[in-house]
């Protein structure tokens, strides 16, 4: 209360807006006060505040879990008639996959500030010049109107200057509402804000309070108000709206945040000819089945490519076209992977050990963990072969397969969507042998982006791609323009107009 709030803020703990008890922490003068989860979130413990998110490992006498759809009533209620300046947060890693549907339901006719978060995790290979533009065209493509857009990183302090410059010249004496999806960075960015404020010596925000921030999905579960403009309005972290069509809900606590990812994410490039059939497994958690087909007999070349922007953590195996039964491929691409050990991320073969039960995984170095678990060959007569211990396979399938365990828990993947792709038109006589964009692939939650590329044929030679994706029951596909890619050859104004109005 003495921040600004009302009195049930004063009862509530300032890091996640959660009800304190008698195990409450007292911090700054006795003023405020943070919960008993908020203390073992700080230290790295997994404790969930949302129902369906991980709720299996909710300890015995923790306080009951916020439901999803009470959320959502909240931030309807809160926000839809109330002069605000909204802050519209979504994940620059994962854009479609957190983009709020209906959004002025929730904020009502309030001005919308779209923030794209985590921009340091972007690839070298994207055009960040051009990413504003692209958040932008995202924005007119939903047919919702916003003031402004931005990409910010609130862990390397990438726009946030910028935002926080924004936010205090166009809020005009407004409430500030920080809205977005679970586990897009809403606290991480106020704290952010908060501090940009504080070094341009704003006394305002000189007592202000930090908010908890994890990689928990549903760590703010109350308002959180902040008296950041003295008398003169609030800014409020919300609680995360939690999609039901996202990848986070089907994973267990360790592989959630074995998935986060923690550096760039990597780029890997598929090329495909005409008439060729492929599977490629993005680890365990979704499936494509590529086909390559052709209206003309004597077409050749390749013509498509396929670009996998994912973490580092999730590897990417491609092989021959499989049924139904994807198994027996999964035992194949381990095979492989065993053969090739140096082609599996160092965060992968952590998450393997941890699903081995070995003890202090985290602190061990590569070449430990693989010895612990007996990830060597068994040599026979023939020094050409070899053949591999079923723990090896086991220990193998765990970070070739990411996820598997999760998504056969609930059932294996399943075809989710069937999507098409065409060769661009040949235009002009300039680059005509160069890749194109084409279209992104989005699995939801998955934290990255599949980009199909082409190359520019003639109308009588016009490949066609087909994808099948397969994803875990409940998990979306979106298809949506391609993000900037910096190695695409530069065109001038003249072919691009001339190719878009032929498209």
């Not at 209906?102 to 010049?129: F, Q, S, W």
């Not at 070899?386 to 723990?391: D, F, G, I, P």
């Not at 765990?398 to 040949?426: M, N, T, W, Y």
Request: aromatic share 4%; net charge positive.
């Amino acid at each position: 209360r003495e921040r600004g709030g009302s009195e049930e803020d004063a009862s509530r703990c300032y890091g996640c807006g959660g009800p304190l008890d008698a195990t409450s922490t007292t911090r700054g003068r006795g003023r405020a006060r943070l919960c008993r989860r908020c203390l073992q979130l700080r230290q790295g413990a997994f404790v969930p505040g949302v129902d369906g998110m991980a709720s299996s490992v909710l300890a015995d006498g923790d306080a009951a879990l916020a439901c999803p759809d009470a959320m959502r009533v909240q931030l309807r209620a809160q926000w839809s008639k109330r002069p605000t300046y909204v802050l519209w947060l979504v994940d620059g890693t994962d854009v479609s996959g957190t983009f709020l549907p209906r959004p002025r339901d929730v904020v009502g006719g309030n001005p919308i500030h779209v923030v794209a978060t985590k921009a340091d995790l972007l690839p070298e290979d994207v055009d960040a010049k051009q990413m504003r533009t692209w958040l932008w065209m995202e924005c007119r493509r939903r047919k919702l109107n916003v003031v402004e857009a931005s990409w910010t990183s609130a862990k390397r302090g990438q726009g946030v200057q910028e935002l926080a410059d924004d936010v205090r010249r166009n809020r005009r004496g407004r409430d500030v509402a920080v809205v977005g999806a679970a586990n897009v960075g809403k606290s991480a960015l106020v704290n952010a804000l908060l501090t940009c404020w504080k070094n341009d010596h704003y006394e305002d925000v000189a007592d202000a309070k930090p908010a908890t921030v994890s990689a928990v999905p549903g760590t703010t579960i109350r308002h959180v108000h902040v008296n950041a403009f003295g008398n003169r309005g609030m800014l409020c972290d919300t609680p995360g709206v939690h999609l039901p069509h996202r990848l986070l809900q089907r994973l267990d606590a360790e592989s959630l945040l074995a998935l986060r990812p923690k550096t760039k994410l990597r780029t890997l490039h598929e090329a495909f000819a005409v008439r060729e059939c492929a599977t490629v497994l993005m680890g365990g958690l979704a499936r494509i089945d590529v086909r390559c087909e052709a209206n003309q007999q004597e077409a050749h070349g390749l013509n498509f490519e396929l670009v996998f922007v994912l973490p580092s953590v999730v590897r990417v195996t491609r092989g021959a076209l499989c049924g139904e039964a994807d198994v027996p491929w999964m035992e194949q691409a381990v095979v492989q992977a065993l053969e090739d050990d140096r082609s599996v991320s160092t965060d992968a073969i952590r998450h393997a050990a941890h699903m081995q039960g070995i003890q202090g995984y985290r602190k061990k170095r590569r070449g430990q963990l693989m010895q612990e678990m007996d990830m060597r060959p068994i040599r026979g007569k023939d020094p050409h072969t070899s053949e591999w211990s079923a723990t090896a396979m086991n220990a193998m399938k765990s970070a070739v397969c990411f996820g598997h365990e999760c998504v056969q828990e609930q059932g294996g993947l399943e075809p989710r969507r069937i999507v098409e792709f065409d060769a661009p038109l040949k235009v002009g006589r300039k680059n005509t042998h160069a890749w194109r964009d084409v279209a992104d692939v989005c699995v939801s939650g998955l934290g990255g982006w599949v980009a199909v590329r082409a190359k520019a044929e003639s109308k009588a030679n016009l490949p066609k791609l087909r994808m099948r994706v397969w994803t875990p029951k409940g998990v979306e596909v979106f298809v949506r323009p391609p993000v900037p890619m910096l190695d695409q050859e530069e065109e001038d104004d003249t072919e691009d107009s001339a190719h878009d109005e032929l498209l």
